[in-house]
């Protein structure tokens, strides 16, 4: 298997894959079980439009440190005294394009294990795990027209593979999702200005442990960049 490149992009949550930029975010209430999701949020808003060429295999590792000294209600106040939370993982992501060509595209396939080392305190006490996530696995259809490469597929995320229910902390969630995807990215003035966005639709199944149905989830990961130097970009990332 030969490999195309190797992409390293460092998360310090929720900014990603740049130095000097400004991130923008939005959330709301989901109805997902634990306020979760089976899907990094804010993990691809840098050239997520970009797939190997023909035969040729891309690797990317994903790098997450995400501290939490309190935890709030919804007025704003301490809803767990005591609460600290610190989360420290990794994800390793390989995709490969079989150089199939399939409705004028490229067959894409990809697979992403995330592996999280957990730590809380509560009122009950100091617990840690450690473990795999919810790891996805995704079908694309890849093209790239001069300064334009898009793509759109289909997503799968597994549950997290150790779950108990009612236990103090758990690594992700325990269902599946289902999700139409579909990204491009626009590399103008010799790559040196990037646009790029993903767009996905999860539908969740109900948890078998809790039997908790989480409602569906309309994903937007973007960014607008413009190059200063060759190791430095200036611009706008985020996510809805």
């Not at 939370?85 to 490969?96: C, D, N, R, Y």
């Not at 969630?173 to 103008?188: D, E, K, M, R, V």
């Amino acid at each position: 298997m030969k490999t195309r490149s190797i992409w390293r992009k460092t998360i310090l949550f929720p900014l990603a894959g740049c130095i000097a930029f400004m991130c923008v975010t939005a959330a709301w209430v989901t109805g997902t079980e634990g306020s979760g999701s089976v899907y990094p949020i804010g993990a691809e808003t840098v050239m997520t439009g970009l797939t190997p060429t023909a035969g040729q295999t891309m690797f990317a590792e994903f790098n997450i440190t995400y501290n939490a000294n309190s935890l709030l209600n919804g007025q704003g106040q301490s809803a767990v005294p005591g609460f600290k939370l610190s989360v420290t993982g990794f994800a390793p992501k390989i995709t490969h394009n079989w150089g199939i060509h399939l409705l004028g595209g490229d067959l894409v396939n990809w697979v992403a294990v995330p592996v999280l080392y957990e730590w809380v305190r509560t009122p009950a006490g100091d617990h840690a795990t450690m473990g795999f996530s919810n790891s996805v696995v995704g079908t694309d259809i890849a093209y790239s027209r001069g300064n334009w490469h898009w793509w759109y597929g289909f997503d799968v995320a597994l549950p997290a593979p150790v779950y108990h229910k009612g236990g103090p902390i758990n690594i992700g969630q325990h269902n599946f999702g289902a999700a139409p995807s579909g990204a491009f990215t626009y590399l103008p003035h010799h790559g040196r200005t990037e646009i790029s966005s993903r767009l996905q639709y999860y539908v969740n199944s109900t948890d078998p442990a809790t039997h908790y149905q989480s409602g569906n989830e309309f994903l937007w990961e973007y960014a607008a960049m413009q190059n200063v130097t060759k190791k430095l970009a200036l611009g706008v990332n985020g996510y809805v």
